[in-house]
């Protein structure tokens, strides 16, 4: 390869790279040009896939952050739920409370209808979508209302509570058999399974009889359980005052509901065979401040 050089005024010209030297300086200049393009494409390729990496890295960090942003809010929105259900329990259960308080004192069910949503009113408003930030004060609110449910609660079980002494009366006090016939068939504490075998604590007394027997409570209280209950089979549990519960298991019907106020002698439900059960009979319990207790105490002792 040679390159023809042209001199200005005056008509001469030569060829440069006609000899080996020249030749060498030619193929030097071009690779110097040749690589310095490389570098520079190189380089500009370099740049080009960093701002693609930071981009990359950008969007990912963003969606990300979207992430626990949805996190979070599902969080919230999963803790607002579950305050929400604890709320309606405890409110069903002050309705129940307030309406035995509004039987026992012959008040209107018209004018004091526990289960008439409110009156209330006021001008349409725009909905509004609801931050997080938002959701934290709904929550915070709640928990108020929740400690004021809780204050409101215990006031209405003091009521309660005298009301149940007021009305009931020395048939509040334990005693006495949940039969009128039949036997002690099991008595309180270890015994052998009767479907394993194996040593067992038995928490209770249990009074063998004659299906569709009926079954009486020992004591003049509140249901606070009708229905059936692992291996209780039906059962009814009844509350009394000073922390004691009675319960009555393995029933084939059960004639009383829950919030039913019952008098001591009072049928509560039929003998039966159900639950973990080997025949007809009522296994009994006692209960003080949630714990079982012998119940035979209560059932050899006499009210003077």
Request: glycine letters at 10%.
């Amino acid at each position: 390869m040679s390159v023809t050089v042209f001199y200005r005024g005056k008509h001469r010209h030569f060829s440069f790279g006609s000899t080996p030297s020249q030749l060498t300086v030619t193929a030097v200049l071009l690779f110097c040009i040749a690589s310095g393009a490389g570098a520079a494409f190189a380089n500009l390729f370099q740049q080009g896939n960093a701002e693609l990496e930071k981009a990359q890295l950008s969007r990912a960090a963003e969606t990300e952050e979207i992430a626990d942003i949805r996190r979070r809010a599902e969080n919230q929105l999963a803790a607002l739920t579950a305050k929400v259900a604890t709320l309606q329990a405890q409110v069903n259960r002050l309705n129940m409370v307030g309406e035995r308080l509004i039987d026992a004192a012959n008040l209107s069910t018209e004018e004091f209808n526990l289960h008439e949503t409110p009156a209330m009113g006021g001008p349409a408003q725009t909905p509004t979508e609801i931050s997080l930030a938002e959701l934290n004060a709904v929550l915070l609110q709640l928990n108020e209302l929740e400690q004021n449910l809780q204050s409101e609660q215990t006031r209405f079980a003091m009521l309660e509570s005298l009301d149940l002494n007021h009305h009931i009366g020395k048939s509040v006090q334990l005693s006495g058999r949940p039969v009128l016939s039949g036997y002690l068939s099991s008595s309180f504490g270890v015994r052998s399974d009767p479907f394993s075998g194996e040593p067992a604590v038995h928490r209770g007394v249990d009074f063998a009889g004659k299906e569709g027997d009926s079954i009486f409570a020992t004591a003049g209280g509140i249901v606070t359980w009708a229905g059936e209950r692992f291996g209780y089979g039906k059962m009814v549990e009844i509350e009394h005052s000073d922390g004691y519960r009675t319960r009555y298991a393995h029933a084939q019907a059960i004639t009383v509901q829950v919030g039913q106020m019952v008098t001591k002698g009072q049928e509560v439900a039929i003998m039966g065979n159900t639950g973990r059960s080997t025949g007809p009979h009522v296994h009994y319990e006692v209960l003080k401040n949630g714990q079982q207790i012998d119940p035979m105490m209560f059932v050899n002792r006499r009210i003077q």
